[in-house]
């Protein structure tokens, strides 16, 4: 299983402590430079950076050094960051407060939490759920984050399990020898985040019993209870020569399993993670309230998405692009399930997508464009809710490596290369 969204293999990989990382980094015993901080700015900004994790500022548990050298450049002399920066990952097994940590001991540069946008950090919004009955599960600080997201009645898979033994048939040696009695003392569970993967069975047994698994209806309610998903990766890249496993194949399975038991499409209350507009949305609002902490006046106009993967971080970035064009011209338009929850209007006018060569996308073998086998098309790996429109999987621009993305940023917009 993997924590909120993420897929299982980066769970205990992902989960550097301080020290540790920074050691990986180089950086032991060096201070951290001040990222963050309320302050003058010597030339107000109007554009921001959306910046992925993973293949752009680390692979692994080491730094890439190209980041090290954009933050040279991001950074005043004071260590204050000249424009404002939202790192945005479809990581998600992690405590936010944790992985800013993480990231200041990588980047030598202190990053707030407020920085860091995880693939569940949305579910803040749905505030009409956090205090009905939610079933959650994962690996990792899985209370902690429920807590955080504001979930104040949470039961996890494992507490499900060990009240309904029962339900739990796939491993043999977990199977009960005795039948237990049926217990009516468990709490009717109102709704159900999903947001990694978990047990399929378990699911099921909540979205066809209502909340209630340990009875059971002869005609499974629909719609069903409410269902947040974080993280609609297909797939990603690790060690292997393979790709592995996402927590996109684990909602494809649940889809799947749902349609054919039930002869009914699965239904998401949410949709979080890249590429949804959702998330790109709860950027532009950290984006903007960064600015106004540091007392930058003029809105933020301009959005640089910097990102390793076609899927993700391009098409998420265009489509955002796409539907701030349409906002401007005719009104926000009507979104699905990974659309619109906007605190206030958005400010930006443009989300420009930026692709790196040091992480899944490699200019040598671009896998994403490669012709399939007859010679048709190559498989759409996105979200069954998604559109495919092979326009918006390709990057305004490509680069070597994020500090390439930085300099070409800084050019556009006629700021000094520091």
């Not at 106004?292 to 489509?319: F, H, Q």
């Not at 979104?335 to 930026?354: D, E, F, K, N, V």
């Amino acid at each position: 299983m993997a924590a909120w969204g993420c897929v299982a293999a980066l769970g205990a990989a992902r989960g550097l402590c301080w020290r540790a990382a920074r050691a990986a980094a180089g950086l032991q015993g060096r201070p951290a430079r001040r990222c963050y901080a309320v302050g003058p700015a010597q030339s107000p900004p109007t554009f921001g950076f959306l910046l992925d994790i993973d293949g752009v500022l680390v692979r692994g548990h080491r730094v890439i050094p190209a980041a090290l050298k954009a933050f040279r450049r991001l950074v005043n002399s004071q260590g204050q960051l000249r424009v404002p920066v939202v790192f945005v990952t479809n990581a998600g097994n992690i405590l936010q407060h944790s992985k800013a940590q993480e990231l200041s001991a990588l980047l030598g540069c202190e990053v707030d939490a407020d920085q860091v946008i995880l693939s569940h950090s949305p579910m803040k919004l749905f505030s009409e759920y956090h205090e009905k009955r939610m079933l959650v599960s994962g690996q990792g600080p899985v209370m902690e984050n429920a807590q955080g997201l504001g979930f104040r009645n949470v039961v996890t898979v494992d507490e499900l399990r060990m009240a309904f033994p029962l339900l739990d048939m796939v491993d043999l040696e977990r199977r009960l020898k005795t039948t237990p009695l049926p217990r009516n003392d468990f709490p009717r569970i109102e709704g159900e985040p999903v947001r990694w993967e978990t047990s399929l069975q378990l699911i099921m047994d909540v979205l066809l019993s209502n909340g209630s698994p340990g009875a059971g209806l002869a005609t499974p309610p629909y719609p069903h209870l409410p269902v947040l998903a974080s993280n609609m990766d297909l797939l990603w890249m690790a060690e292997a020569k393979m790709p592995r496993f996402g927590h996109g194949t684990f909602l494809l399975c649940l889809e799947t399993i749902y349609q054919k038991v039930t002869g009914k499409e699965l239904r998401y209350e949410g949709l979080m993670g890249k590429p949804s507009i959702l998330t790109y949305q709860y950027a532009e609002d950290l984006i903007r309230r960064q600015a106004e902490r540091r007392g930058w006046a003029a809105p933020i106009r301009k959005l640089y998405a910097v990102g390793d993967n076609p899927m993700s971080d391009v098409y998420g970035a265009n489509l955002f692009h796409q539907y701030l064009q349409k906002a401007t011209h005719d009104g926000a338009p009507e979104l699905g399930a990974g659309g619109t929850r906007q605190q206030q209007p958005s400010a930006s006018q443009s989300c420009i997508s930026i692709l790196v060569c040091t992480g899944v996308y490699n200019p040598r073998n671009p896998q994403s464009t490669e012709p399939v086998l007859g010679g048709g098309e190559p498989p759409f790996h996105g979200h069954r809710d998604l559109c495919f429109s092979p326009g918006l999987m390709e990057a305004s621009h490509v680069v070597n490596d994020v500090n390439e993305a930085v300099q070409l940023v800084f050019r556009k917009e006629g700021w000094a290369l520091e």
